[in-house]
């Protein structure tokens, strides 16, 4: 093992392929379809909402697809991002684990989430589409795509969860610094949004409702476009620049990994975390657990079923097969704003059926307190999301001391927690709850699952 606490890898070594795991799955994921005739959708259904070339790789199963040269040349702002040996964590613990954590925090916006929203923006521009919309529940993927949109000259229009829009205005603050539109959601521009605040005029908002919202207003303009942030199959493989720098890095420190820990609330810096590690495991090369853990508000994973449902609230998106809640499941107000999403990616949900990985839900004091715990020790303020996979390391570094095990964990700490400083005030004030949820909620959500 390297005695290095960094690994930086030159700006040469940034991937120049994406990974798409669908190339090498025993099982094909189940199919989109089509809600009104429920047959499979076809590239002519997603065209009014995304791009060709986004739509070819969101069925494509080549496994290497490549990074166009303006997509690497905005990557090189920020990539390839930090590898850190957590070791005064480790040492703050008692832990005889050797703990990693691979930073997204560096990134313009603060989050894995531009590793997506510079590709997206770039086919969008490169096919001639002059605005993009899209929701954002906590903020961090419309800031992201904001900036990149400003990078390719498209118009942005950000539809944010209501609840977000009040607690985080820092957050549209830097939306609106890139140049973005931003509405509260619901909001009175849309049929779907209107629709819900004559039902409910102090509606908190959901992402369920924002992307309805953002899908609604891309279908009714020629030259607008629709982007999602999580969830499709193409944000996941734009993610696995995250795990591809990680596997390299890791084996600079002469390291394997025993345990793979990553938040889940679509899935995508779970997914970019973990895809190219599980090429090499179902390769025969490494043997590592992998593991998702999700907020107990909201657990699509290890309380959801799996099943068709729809992606958004009023139900504008095909059936998508995943893990979900149901798709009017409202999850209470925790502050990790970006895991309070019904569904689960679709190709991750498959995944997790097929057993290659497993899943762990926590409360959000929990998670704070281990996000605390983290910056104490490493400097680096955890968003509320990755202080759920923290939290997950925390525990299983004291479970190695315990067994006196001396495992090799790896994780991301997929964004900072600079703009979520009001909730960590709640947090250290005693004022923060966590949220039994029971399972009459879920039930009562899940009758609203389309029939199959
Ligand atoms: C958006 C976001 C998440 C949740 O989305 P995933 O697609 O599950 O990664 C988690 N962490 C941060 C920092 C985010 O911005």
New binding site residues.
Partial sequence: MHEATRILLDESRIPRHWYNIAADLPVPPPPPLHPGTREPIGPDDLAPLFPAELIAQEVSTEGRIPVPDAVLDVYRLWRPTPLVRARRLERALGTPARIYYKYEGGSPSG???PNTAVPQAYYNAQQGVRRLTTETG?G??GSALAFACAQFGVACEVWMVRASYDQKPHRRSLMRVYGATVHASPSPVTGAGGKILAADPDSPGSLGIAISEAVEAASAADDTRYAL???LNHVLTHQTVIGEEALEQLAAFGETPDLIVG????????AGLSFPFLREKLAGRIDPVIRAVEPAACPTFTRGVYAYDFGDTAGLTPLLKMHTLGHDFVPDPIHAG??RYHGMSPLLSHIYELGMFEAVAKGQRECFAAGARFARAEGVLP?P??SHAVAEVIAEALRCKESGEEKVILTAV??HGHFDLGAYDQYLSGEMADFDLPQERIEASLTSLPAS
């Fill in positions: 989050s894995h989430k906590a961090q993927w942030g999580s969830v938040c889940a609330g679509g899935g995508s810096n779970f970006g895991l968003a999301e990755p997929c964004g």
